[in-house]
């Protein structure tokens, strides 16, 4: 059986959605679930967050002169862009140190992902095609199939994927890969649009690929369903200033919940929620900015929730970890009800147990 598959999408940038990608991993990892994180974001951030300076240097450049060639997403996928096929990837762990029961492994991300793009966009018609269907659907599908291959080598119980804020091939062929969609939002008419851009884009997608899948009657090997199910939307608060006026934040917050309703869930009679706290179909968390940890965090390279007073999270720091790892937990246990995952055999699933913040 597959293992599910979780993205955070939205087409429009700056909302935080490598950050929750990150998080998230880190918190489902101390629920006691192994985790497989991908980045297919050619910008690669999310693999940033998880290695240091020093790993991510020896790893691309071990890329580049093909020492290993298997060892980013894109050294993966390079020979299907010849006459190749795919290669497996060789994951990195994280750091094992900040586990408490599970782990987090890793296909780590490449810049130079962004020349597979035109790879995917080509072979998309010739899947189509009433003959040589193997090598379209091969490269459509890699994505897929490596992620899936990762996370029974990491043992995974889910994947984490992390995309661009686009809405080229590249994310069309990870969304075909995903099982559930979670949409970070900022609160401004950007995000908004992104909601209206967003609903149908997923809509078309998913019934693209149904016909794609529909027209290779007997596949060579497994195709995944591209479901791309939205499961809810997470507000992030990063757009707010201290010289904002709370209006204008609560003009575009609280419309979130009818275009979301609207767009994404195609609900075009309501009844909508007045507000993402009132929404508890679809409003997954609002999460705090924490914006004096953010930069204490990533020096420690950890997530803001494992900072402890050694790395200098002291009085209203501390205080703001403690919450950090609340709203984290909240949002995960969230995630994990509605996608029914079920801890992997010997897991630790601390659902009733507090977790320390040291």
């Given at each position: 059986?597959?293992?599910?598959?979780?993205?955070?999408?939205?087409?429009?940038?700056?909302?935080?959605?490598?950050?929750?990608?990150?998080?998230?991993?880190?918190?489902?990892?101390?629920?006691?679930?192994?985790?497989?994180?991908?980045?297919?974001?050619?910008?690669?951030?999310?693999?940033?967050?998880?290695?240091?300076?020093?790993?991510?240097?020896?790893?691309?450049?071990?890329?580049?002169?093909?020492?290993?060639?298997?060892?980013?997403?894109?050294?993966?996928?390079?020979?299907?862009?010849?006459?190749?096929?795919?290669?497996?990837?060789?994951?990195?762990?994280?750091?094992?140190?900040?586990?408490?029961?599970?782990?987090?492994?890793?296909?780590?991300?490449?810049?130079?992902?962004?020349?597979?793009?035109?790879?995917?966009?080509?072979?998309?018609?010739?899947?189509?095609?009433?003959?040589?269907?193997?090598?379209?659907?091969?490269?459509?599908?890699?994505?897929?199939?490596?992620?899936?291959?990762?996370?029974?080598?990491?043992?995974?119980a889910i994947i984490l994927a992390d995309i661009g804020p686009n809405l080229g091939a590249i994310n069309r062929s990870a969304?075909?890969?995903?099982?559930?969609?979670?949409?970070?939002?900022?609160?401004?008419?950007?995000?908004?649009?992104?909601?209206?851009?967003?609903?149908?884009?997923?809509?078309?997608?998913?019934?693209?690929?149904?016909?794609?899948?529909?027209?290779?009657?007997?596949?060579?090997?497994?195709?995944?369903?591209?479901?791309?199910?939205?499961?809810?939307?997470?507000?992030q608060q990063h757009s707010v200033r201290l010289s904002r006026p709370v209006r204008a934040y609560d003009k575009w917050v609280n419309r979130m919940p009818r275009e979301y309703a609207s767009n994404?869930?195609?609900?075009?009679?309501?009844?909508?929620?007045?507000?993402?706290?009132?929404?508890?179909?679809?409003?997954?968390?609002?999460?705090?900015?924490?914006?004096?940890?953010?930069?204490?965090?990533?020096?420690?390279?950890?997530?803001?929730?494992?900072?402890?007073?050694?790395?200098?999270?002291?009085?209203?720091?501390?205080?703001?970890?403690?919450?950090?790892?609340?709203?984290?937990?909240?949002?995960?246990?969230?995630?994990?009800?509605?996608?029914?995952?079920?801890?992997?055999?010997?897991?630790?699933?601390?659902?009733?147990?507090?977790?320390?913040?040291?």
């Open positions: 059986m597959p293992v599910p598959v979780l993205t955070f999408f939205n087409n429009k940038g700056g909302v935080g959605k490598t950050s929750l990608v990150y998080h998230l991993g880190w918190m489902l990892s101390d629920l006691g679930y192994n985790v497989l994180a991908c980045d297919l974001d050619p910008q690669a951030n999310l693999t940033a967050a998880f290695l240091d300076e020093e790993r991510l240097e020896s790893l691309w450049d071990e890329g580049a002169n093909a020492t290993t060639p298997d060892a980013t997403i894109f050294e993966c996928v390079k020979p299907l862009m010849q006459v190749g096929d795919l290669r497996y990837p060789l994951l990195q762990q994280v750091n094992r140190q900040l586990m408490i029961h599970g782990n987090i492994s890793l296909i780590p991300g490449d810049l130079s992902l962004a020349g597979f793009e035109d790879t995917l966009a080509a072979e998309w018609p010739n899947a189509l095609d009433s003959t040589n269907l193997y090598r379209p659907f091969r490269i459509l599908t890699a994505f897929s199939t490596i992620m899936q291959y990762a996370a029974v080598q990491a043992d995974a969304l075909i890969a995903t099982d559930y969609v979670v949409v970070p939002l900022g609160a401004d008419l950007f995000s908004l649009q992104g909601l209206r851009n967003l609903g149908p884009t997923l809509q078309r997608w998913r019934q693209d690929w149904q016909r794609r899948r529909d027209n290779w009657s007997e596949p060579d090997f497994a195709l995944p369903a591209g479901g791309m199910q939205p499961i809810g939307y997470v507000v994404l869930l195609e609900n075009a009679d309501g009844p909508y929620a007045a507000t993402p706290q009132e929404d508890t179909e679809n409003a997954l968390a609002t999460m705090k900015h924490y914006r004096s940890l953010v930069p204490m965090a990533q020096e420690r390279r950890k997530p803001i929730f494992k900072l402890t007073t050694a790395d200098g999270a002291f009085g209203s720091h501390a205080a703001a970890v403690v919450d950090a790892r609340a709203d984290f937990r909240t949002l995960a246990e969230k995630i994990i009800a509605r996608i029914n995952l079920v801890p992997a055999a010997g897991e630790y699933h601390a659902s009733s147990t507090q977790m320390g913040t040291d």
